[in-house]
């Protein structure tokens, strides 16, 4: 699509706008908080107290960022090609699958750094197998992705119920989820590396998936910037008909971007399970999922961006959990509230005050936004 | 004899069940239409059933909890169409973060205002919409097959029943045989056209968009004042994307919507009926299975392997004046 807007210094871009669409975010869930009786600034004091205070605060919000990381990269290398995949969830649902698969399999003969490579190998297969249809489809068929992979979803739901109810759990258990892994599937914790600084933590469940979920965001940026399939990945997002001009097969492109997107979808189903509760349960992934879409929009779908954007959001959850505890009229849900906000004003309502923000470039310098900036003021 | 009034019991939760879905799958089906993408149906109906049930049970009165519910549900319509029509956002981003809007605010101003783990306090009788018994319906009960049929499944439901099925022609009549009707499905098809002859775009995109949150609204005062005593959270329970699934089974008409939304309720009520008991030739079917039917179907059809649902032409696109 042709941008209506002029140009803007790349700083302006990719900092100052994302700060102000952020910033109107929050000053919205601001005032959510004043509806409900209480006072805003207190509870971002709060908040990011609750967040970075303590050392166990920080480990614990680098332990959702870890979830948020895998989910925003999935979400981001989906769009770098232009297709939107909201099934980050389900197929970080299904990849639960192999991963307790796995778990119980090898958990009582290999040790963890056996088990583990294993375990991310049946995830990222998992995850991308449940974006293989999907993909198929919107290569294939034409169906909307979108639609396709919310019913997958669905699906994915209603089969973990299946397999947690059936043959994943223990026959002597009514509870819907897997055994409690062994020390072969239970991940070492990071904890250790907080202490360094001087913290004290009783007990967190930070653990290795975050370097990995490092190294992911990494090889993204080395995917999408440094190879050439992500260039042809870029070039399929920009102009699909530019791609078939230039011989870039569109079958084969969705199809990849998608599985590599579900497969990083799947590895997000790490964390929570062989990191933190040692088992497979229902529901694990809780909207971690959705949460990549946030994360991956105001990230601006960079890796970098990402990975600080991650970091926020566990801040939120981590945060938010504190204040729904100092505060009772504020509930987690206000995460999910300034979620929605997020979403909305970076991504839907991303141009919105690009205009302005683009006449008061041209007010001080003209020079600074261009030749077409008489035109972008106009749009 | 027992068989029979199985069927008719299943037949009668059919028509319960499929309610909420047609209202949100018409709801869908204007402002699809009219070529903005509304994957925001989900939260829309979840913010009428908490206004819903929170007015009428601040007001004692069902009909204010349905204005309410309708109010509430156009004014996140109308964020979408801000989003998406006047700043030219992706439909479908915005339509995510309405539902999340939508899913946080519902229970967090619930607990901040009933206390109650985010339900609404359970409505009292003259605070729902009741039942509505035809003439007869009683004494008629005795008759052989008819008896039961009209005191079941036609007489008996609320009136937001009756009024979900005849929306049904209306939005046909609306549909294709108005003049709105007729620019409405223009806008969709071929928007650049519809300019030429001078008619706004964003306006008739921001009408339709009206119309899907009055509807949205209505599905959710359903939820929450008919079917169900008062607000729970997250009651919407993935109703709307399976509206969004019928909508394209049916192919954007409204009649077809009608019958999809049957289907689809049909199944959900058939899951319920067979839960645990097994079928003769194929066994014991998983709950989970007839659950995900309607998904599995959806994804079917999409595929092109049931007909070939095509979607309005310029849907989810923008409309940009000159390029």
Not at chain 1, 204 to 210: K, T, V
Not at chain 1, 299 to 306: A, S
Not at chain 1, 334 to 346: K, P, R
């Amino acid at each position: 699509m042709s941008t209506p807007y002029a140009k803007l210094p790349a700083w302006a871009d990719y900092g100052l706008i994302p700060v102000i669409n952020l910033a109107v975010a929050f000053i919205v869930a601001g005032f959510v908080v004043m509806l409900v009786g209480e006072n805003p600034f207190r509870a971002a004091v709060i908040l990011v107290e609750g967040a970075f205070g303590r050392g166990s605060g920080i480990a614990f919000t680098l332990f959702y960022a870890t979830t948020f990381i895998f989910s925003g990269l999935s979400v981001a290398v989906a769009a770098h090609c232009g297709l939107f995949n909201i099934g980050g969830e389900g197929q970080g649902y299904i990849a639960g699958l192999g991963i307790g698969i796995v778990c119980l399999a090898f958990d009582s003969v290999l040790p963890w750094w056996l088990t583990f490579p294993i375990a991310i190998v049946a995830s990222a297969a998992m995850g991308a197998l449940w974006a293989l249809i999907p993909a198929y489809l919107q290569a294939k068929r034409g169906s909307h992705i979108v639609i396709t992979t919310i019913m997958f979803n669905f699906i994915a739901a209603s089969v973990m119920v299946y397999a947690l109810v059936g043959f994943l759990k223990p026959p002597s258990s009514m509870a819907p989820q897997t055994r409690t892994f062994l020390d072969g599937a239970q991940l070492p914790k990071l904890n250790w590396v907080i202490e360094l600084f001087g913290a004290k933590i009783r007990s967190a469940p930070l653990n290795i998936c975050f370097l990995l979920a490092l190294v992911m965001a990494f090889l993204v940026w080395l995917l999408i910037w440094r190879t050439r399939l992500g260039y042809e990945m870029r070039t399929y997002g920009h102009s699909p008909k530019a791609a078939r001009y230039a011989g870039i097969s569109e079958t084969r492109i969705i199809i990849i971007a998608m599985m590599i997107s579900g497969a990083l979808a799947g590895m997000m189903a790490l964390n929570p399970t062989m990191g933190d509760q040692h088992n497979v349960a229902l529901d694990f992934v809780s909207g971690a999922g959705f949460v990549g879409i946030a994360v991956a929009l105001m990230g601006r779908l960079h890796p970098v961006g990402i990975v600080l954007a991650a970091i926020l959001f566990g801040m939120l959850y981590q945060g938010g959990a504190e204040l729904a505890f100092e505060m009772p009229a504020i509930s987690r849900d206000m995460i999910v509230i300034i979620q929605g906000l997020v979403i909305l004003f970076a991504g839907a309502l991303e141009h919105m005050f690009r205009p302005y923000v683009q006449a008061l470039f041209a007010s001080f310098s003209p020079r600074s936004v261009g030749i077409e900036a008489a035109k972008g003021k106009g749009a | 004899m027992d068989l029979f009034n199985a069927i008719i019991q299943v037949l009668d939760s059919t028509i319960r069940l499929s309610v909420p879905l047609l209202l949100a799958c018409l709801a869908g089906l204007y402002s699809e239409r009219a070529g903005v993408f509304d994957i925001g149906l989900e939260g829309k109906m979840l913010v009428g059933a908490f206004a819903g049930a929170a007015a009428a049970s601040v007001f004692h009165s069902a009909l204010i909890g349905l204005g309410m519910a309708i109010l509430i549900s156009v004014a996140f319509a109308m964020i979408h169409g801000f989003a998406s029509i006047t700043h030219r956002g992706n439909q479908i981003v915005s339509g995510v973060a309405i539902n999340f809007i939508a899913a946080g605010s519902t229970i967090m101003l619930g607990q901040a205002w009933f206390s109650q783990g985010g339900r609404t306090p359970a409505l009292a009788p003259g605070e729902r919409f009741e039942a509505i018994n035809w003439p007869g319906a009683e004494a008629l009960r005795a008759v052989p097959i008819l008896g039961p049929i009209y005191a079941e499944l036609i007489s008996g439901h609320s009136i937001l029943v009756y009024l979900a099925f005849l929306i049904v022609p209306f939005t046909w009549w609306v549909l294709f045989r108005t003049r709105f009707g007729l620019r409405l499905r223009a806008v969709g098809e071929n928007p650049a056209a519809v300019d030429t002859a001078g008619i706004s775009v964003a306006w008739l995109r921001y009408r339709a968009l009206i119309c899907t949150g009055v509807l949205t609204g209505i599905a959710g005062a359903y939820l929450s004042m008919v079917q169900n005593g008062g607000f729970v959270k997250d009651m919407t329970a993935g109703k709307g994307y399976i509206a969004l699934a019928a909508l394209i089974f049916a192919k954007w008409k409204p009649v077809n919507a009608m019958f999809a939304c049957l289907l689809f309720g049909f199944l959900d009520a058939l899951s319920i009926r067979l839960q645990g008991t097994p079928l003769p030739v194929i066994g014991k079917v998983p709950v989970q299975f007839m659950q995900a039917l309607p998904y599995v179907l959806t994804v079917i059809l999409l595929a092109g392997f049931i007909g070939k649902a095509i979607p309005p032409r310029a849907g989810g696109v923008p409309y940009v004046k000159e390029r």
